[in-house]
């Protein structure tokens, strides 16, 4: 069984064991350590303790627990912007190849982001994801009354989301709704529903704004294939993984010794715009995440050679 040692000294003196712990241990909930506590795999100078024990003045914890306790190893992203804060709350641009939680070890993830950019001071709850390719807008809750709060409001479709997806083709009609049932485990099927609207025309291509009213996996990219205009860019449902120039630019020469770099490599998908009630204090705002750099070139691009990009 394996066995970590805590040393402390007296800043931790007259706290509670769960509070050394979760100043040591950020990923994991307060309900989850103090289970651990309660379980017998928390020792205090080689006695067993309990997670209201106070703490001496110094001491040695032991962590005797085969699960996978480490000292949390923070990174800073290249760009974590934040919208808006507040004592409840956190609103901010989610940069792509961000996860919205922790997964795979050594992957970039929001919550540990969050955690370092406010150097472990808030303990960010996560009340709705992005896929990890996707940018834009997201709220994180920073105490559990407005996680409950939102997490209900997002159940309860009271949020109001939009989103900018960049798709191939022009739909017709070009304002319209995709109400198609969705996939939700063991072939069962829920409702769902995005409304769109064609706000810019590139001769094969097109940018729309996009409504969810409903909040199911993949809805957007799954119902924007559905009609015959996936995302430019959506190696799951679309046609490919990355846009280059060279599909717009007509004559355009790639040299043979250096393969081209592709305008945009991953989802052509942003989360535009979010509209909540604050949890506490009950008032409607609203946020908005500008295309970040790669789709901002992406759309110049598609501007300045959508005669190029038209069938002959």
């Known amino acids: 069984m394996a066995m970590e040692k805590i040393e402390f000294q007296r800043e ?9 712990l979760s100043s040591r241990f950020p990923l994991y909930s307060v309900h989850t350590l103090r289970q651990f506590i309660q379980g017998g ?24 627990t085969s699960l996978p306790f480490q000292d949390y190893q923070p990174y800073q992203l290249p760009s974590l912007e934040i919208l808006f804060e507040d004592s409840e709350i ?20 929001l919550v540990e982001a969050l955690l370092y950019h406010f150097q472990g001071k808030i303990r960010p709850y996560i009340v709705h994801r992005l896929d990890k390719e996707t940018s834009g807008v997201m709220v994180v809750a920073k105490s559990q009354l407005a996680s409950r709060i939102l997490s209900q409001a997002f159940y309860e479709r009271k949020i109001e989301k939009e989103y900018r997806g960049f798709v191939q083709g022009i739909p017709f ?5 995709i109400h198609k049932p969705l996939s939700h485990g063991k072939g069962r099927k829920k409702e769902g529903i995005t409304e769109y609207e064609v706000l810019e025309k590139y001769g094969l291509y097109s940018l729309l704004a996009l409504w969810p009213r409903t909040g199911r996996m993949h809805q957007i990219r799954i119902h924007l294939a559905s009609i015959g205009h996936p995302l430019l860019v959506d190696a799951i449902y679309g046609t490919r993984k990355a846009f280059y120039l060279s599909e717009l630019k007509r004559n355009f020469k790639v040299k043979k010794e250096t393969p081209e770099t592709p305008l945009l490599s991953r989802l052509s998908l942003h989360s535009y715009r979010l509209v909540i009630h604050h949890p506490l204090k009950g008032e409607k ?22 005669d190029s990009s038209r069938k002959d």
Do not use: H, M
């Open 173 to 177: 009609p070009e304002k319209g709704v």
């Open 285 to 306: 705002l609203s946020f908005t995440a500008p295309l970040p750099k790669d789709l901002e070139t992406l759309q110049k691009k598609l501007l300045k050679y959508q």
């Open 41 to 64: 795999a928390v020792w205090l100078d080689n006695k067993r303790c309990y997670p209201p024990d106070p703490l001496p003045p110094k001491g040695v914890l032991e962590i005797r």
């Open 90 to 109: 956190i609103v901010l641009s989610k940069p792509a190849g961000v996860s919205s939680v922790p997964g795979r070890s050594g992957e970039a993830n």
């Open 12 to 20: 931790f003196e007259g706290q509670k064991v769960v509070d050394l």
